[in-house]
C-alpha cells in the first residue's frame, strides 16, 4: 500500500464531467484537484507533481493537445486524454505527442477508474520494487537502471514517459523474443477488454525516435517482426 494518496488532475470545462470523474475517483481513494481551461490546466500541471492528469481534448484557451504537449515539455506525469472525438487520427496524435491513453466520451467512469490503476500500477516505482526483475539491464549502447527508472543510451540520459519505460523495459527483460502486440497490450498497458492496437505502434514509434537521437544502434534494437509483432534484439 502507498503511504500517501495518489493526486489526480481532472481537466475539462464541463463541471458535470468533472464532478462526475472526482465522485468515482475520491470514491476509490484518490485526491482530485480540477481545472476548467488549458491555461489553467498546463499551470497547474507544471507548478504541481500530479500522479496522473486526466486530460479533455476540447477546451477553452489552450486545447488538450496543446496541454498535452507543453506538459511533455517538462515532465512525464502519466496522461490520459477524454474526448468526444473517436476518430483514429486524433488518437494517434495525441499518443505522439506524450498521451499514455485515451477515452473516447461517452465513457464509463469504471472504465475511467481501470486504466487510472492500470497506469499507475505500472509507473509507480514502488510496485515495480516487488516485481522480481532485474534492476539493472546492460547492452552495449543501452542501460535500463530499474529502480531508478533511468535509461541512457551511449553514456546520454533518455527522458521517456512512464509508459516508454515500461514497454522499453518489458521488452528488454527478454531480449529476442518477439511479443505481439495484444501480448503487449495485455502485460504492459494491463488491456485485457480494452485498447488500440495502434497505441502500442505509436509508443514504439516514439521510443525509437527519443533513442535515435542519441543513439542510433540502441533505436536500432527495437525490431519490427512483421506480422507478428516486436521485440528487442541483442546486438550480436
Same mark, same amino acid.
Given at each position: 500500500m502507498l503511504d500517501r494518496q495518489q493526486v489526480i488532475l481532472v481537466v475539462d470545462d464541463e463541471e458535470r464531467i468533472r464532478r462526475l470523474l472526482r465522485m468515482y475517483l475520491e470514491r476509490e481513494?484518490?485526491?482530485v484537484e480540477e481545472a476548467g481551461d488549458g491555461n489553467t490546466a498546463i499551470q497547474k500541471a507544471? $507548478?504541481? +507533481?500530479?500522479? %496522473?492528469?486526466? @486530460?479533455? !481534448?476540447? @477546451?477553452?484557451g489552450l486545447d488538450g493537445m496543446n496541454v498535452c504537449a507543453g506538459i511533455r515539455k517538462m515532465k512525464s506525469t502519466p496522461i490520459i486524454? @477524454? #474526448?468526444? &472525438?473517436?476518430e483514429e487520427g486524433n488518437r494517434i496524435h495525441g499518443f505522439e505527442l506524450g498521451a499514455d491513453d485515451y477515452v473516447v466520451k461517452p465513457?464509463?467512469?469504471? $472504465?475511467? !477508474?481501470?486504466? /487510472?490503476?492500470?497506469? *499507475?500500477?505500472r509507473s509507480s516505482v514502488t510496485a515495480y520494487l516487488t516485481e522480481n526483475t532485474s534492476s539493472i539491464i546492460v547492452f552495449p549502447n543501452l542501460c535500463i537502471e530499474h529502480e531508478a527508472r533511468r535509461v #541512457?543510451? +551511449? &553514456?546520454?540520459? /533518455?527522458?521517456? #514517459?512512464?509508459? $516508454?519505460? +515500461? %514497454? *522499453?523495459h518489458y521488452l528488454a527483460l527478454t531480449? +529476442? &523474443?518477439?511479443?505481439?502486440r495484444e501480448e503487449l497490450l495485455k502485460e /504492459?498497458?494491463?488491456? $485485457?477488454?480494452?485498447?488500440? %492496437?495502434?497505441?502500442?505502434? #505509436?509508443?514504439? &514509434?516514439?521510443?525509437?525516435e527519443k533513442l535515435s537521437k542519441v543513439s542510433l544502434p540502441a533505436a536500432t534494437m527495437i525490431t519490427t517482426v512483421w506480422g507478428v509483432g516486436y521485440k528487442i534484439e541483442h546486438p550480436k
Open positions: 481513494g484518490f485526491v507544471i $507548478e504541481s +507533481d500530479y500522479d %496522473l492528469i486526466l @486530460l479533455d !481534448i476540447m @477546451l477553452p486524454m @477524454l #474526448t468526444a &472525438k473517436g465513457f464509463s467512469p469504471r $472504465e475511467i !477508474i481501470y486504466r /487510472v490503476k492500470a497506469i *499507475l500500477r #541512457t543510451a +551511449d &553514456k546520454q540520459e /533518455v527522458h521517456l #514517459t512512464p509508459k $516508454e519505460y +515500461d %514497454l *522499453l531480449p +529476442d &523474443k518477439v511479443f505481439s /504492459v498497458w494491463h488491456y $485485457e477488454f480494452f485498447g488500440d %492496437l495502434r497505441t502500442v505502434d #505509436t509508443h514504439v &514509434k516514439r521510443l525509437r
